[in-house]
């Protein structure tokens, strides 16, 4: 892997997490259609990135609140809306998470296919807008239920297909109960942290492998990879959610279908 070849897939990992057309579509395709050797940990470490966006500058006094609010309301007793949402982005990651992984575990050399992506990129970009165009938006973020919480979570078991979007299945399953865009946008970031935070814990030890083995250039490859998919991480967050106050998913539903 060289350094040229990381900064480009670090790009695109922040572009595509964060918006709904699936980050494991591209980093599986952009190699493919290239020929280039990458680290199977490499896609991990990259995912790490946004996670850091995600939850260290943009979205990190939400978390704080969420983390205090969820301990408040079980060692004191004292219900919060933050403690709320705590506790049910917490169950709504468990299902999801562990299903998603059983099937990830056994299917993955199957679904990185590039017909299955390519399948999957056009199916779900088709019901993303469908979705979004017909259904009505009247929930906000905090007015969110368990109910709605919990089966977007476990949504997330689709997400191990490449080309499905983590954050596009969470998206339309939000948009599918009445959940406002921006709304729907910003729980399926918070959502996501969990999920990389355990995916990238589980992959530590393929990372200090790679580092035991890598030269100079492979580590310095690595790290930039991982720096420019923070940064462009957080120029995508601030974009979508300023987007979505008054555009809708269309646009990346005609992406989709394209790509």
């Keep these: ?17 964060l918006l709904p057309i699936s980050s494991s579509a591209h980093l599986n395709l952009i190699p493919w259609i290239f020929n280039w ?3 199977d940990s490499f896609d991990v470490a990259l995912h790490f990135g946004t996670l850091l966006a995600i939850g260290i500058l943009f979205f990190y006094k939400d978390w704080i609140k969420l983390i205090k609010g969820g301990y408040n309301q079980v060692v004191h007793k004292k219900k919060t809306t933050e ?9 709504a990651t468990l299902p999801g998470g562990i299903i998603g992984f059983i099937l990830d575990h056994f299917l993955q050399d199957y679904l990185t296919k590039p017909i299955i992506i390519a399948i999957a990129l056009i199916v779900m970009g088709i019901i993303l807008y469908l979705v979004d165009k017909n259904c009505k938006s009247k929930t906000d973020y905090e007015d969110m239920t ?37 709304a729907t946008a910003k729980y399926s970031f ?18 200090i492998d790679f580092f ?16 420019f998919s923070f940064a462009v991480g957080i120029l995508v967050i601030k974009f979508l959610l300023e987007y979505l106050k008054k555009g809708n998913f269309k646009i990346f539903a005609i992406y989709r279908i394209i790509i």
């Design 1 to 17: 892997m060289t350094i040229l070849q990381a900064i480009i897939l670090g790009i695109v990992q922040g572009l595509t997490e």
């Design 83 to 91: 403690g709320r949402m705590f506790w049910y982005i917490v169950l």
């Design 212 to 227: 035991a083995v890598a030269d100079l250039t492979g580590i310095i490859a690595f790290i930039l990879g991982v720096l």
């Design 37 to 39: 050797n990458i680290p």
């Design 190 to 207: 918070m959502l996501s942290a969990p999920i990389v935070l355990a995916a990238t814990v589980f992959k530590l030890g393929d990372f």
């Design 146 to 182: 368990l109910k709605q919480t919990f089966l977007i979570g476990l949504s997330q078991c689709l997400a191990f297909i490449p080309g499905v979007s983590r954050s596009g299945i969470t998206m339309t399953a939000g948009r599918i109960m009445g959940v406002k865009r921006e």
